[in-house]
């Protein structure tokens, strides 16, 4: 099902000014921030370019699960984990595969702990080099902070915004007003940003890397 952000740009009531790029000068200075929290940055142009860095970033043989991500849609991420030419296992659609509820919840779980997980944020300081993510199961964020192996994050530069207090008032003002949307029409029911990740440091050097998009990417 889509869930490109102009399917639901009619039915939302928001801020555009959310949506905003940075300068070059202070997309550079997100990055020097970013990469002193102690992530790796690759910037790069455009959907294409990101594709072929999380690509890169994979070895053969790696367990990879992707959490919801309208930024990994876009990109191509997750026709490409579906039905591209890789040797990874695919943890995704072995969970999908499975018809039971608890069992199919059990290999969620398990799946946190993926050599790589993949994903997006919601927003990201740049004076203070932080991420800001939020989902209402906890499927998502819940690899992020420590039960992934490696970390693989990609957001657009519309994204970037002051600093932490900010990157909050964007998920809350504008990203969740979009994932509500979608979720009612892709489920029925309503989103809610019930938990909530401020990841302000990796203390892990080379686990996470953000891959930020010179384009208007997600919500």
């Known amino acids: ?80 984990l579906d039905e591209g030419d890789h040797d990874w296992e695919n943890l995704a659609a072995e969970i999908w595969s499975i018809d039971d509820d608890e069992e199919r919840d059990a290999a969620r779980r398990d799946a946190q702990t993926a050599d790589y997980f993949l994903g997006s944020v919601n927003g990201i300081g740049r004076e203070d080099g932080a991420l800001v993510a939020a989902d209402l199961s906890g499927s998502r964020v819940g690899a992020y902070p420590f039960a992934a192996k490696n970390l693989l994050l990609v957001a657009g530069v519309n994204k970037v915004v002051e600093d932490v207090e900010a990157a909050r008032e964007r998920l809350h003002e504008y990203a969740y007003e979009f994932e509500n949307q979608r979720a009612q029409d892709a489920y029925g029911v309503e989103s809610y940003p019930s938990k909530e990740l401020i990841y302000r440091q990796e203390g892990t050097e080379g686990r996470t890397t953000l891959v930020l998009v010179e384009k208007t990417l997600g919500y």
């Open 1 to 80: 099902m889509s869930q490109q952000k102009s399917d639901y740009v009619d039915d939302v009531d928001v801020d555009d000014d959310w949506d905003s790029h940075p300068t070059d000068e202070e997309l550079d200075a997100a990055v020097e921030n970013l990469e002193a929290s102690g992530f790796d940055v690759e910037v790069v142009a455009d959907a294409d370019e990101a594709l072929d860095v999380l690509v890169d970033e994979i070895p053969a043989g790696a367990s990879v699960m992707n959490g919801h991500s309208t930024t990994l849609e876009e990109v191509g991420f997750d026709d490409y």
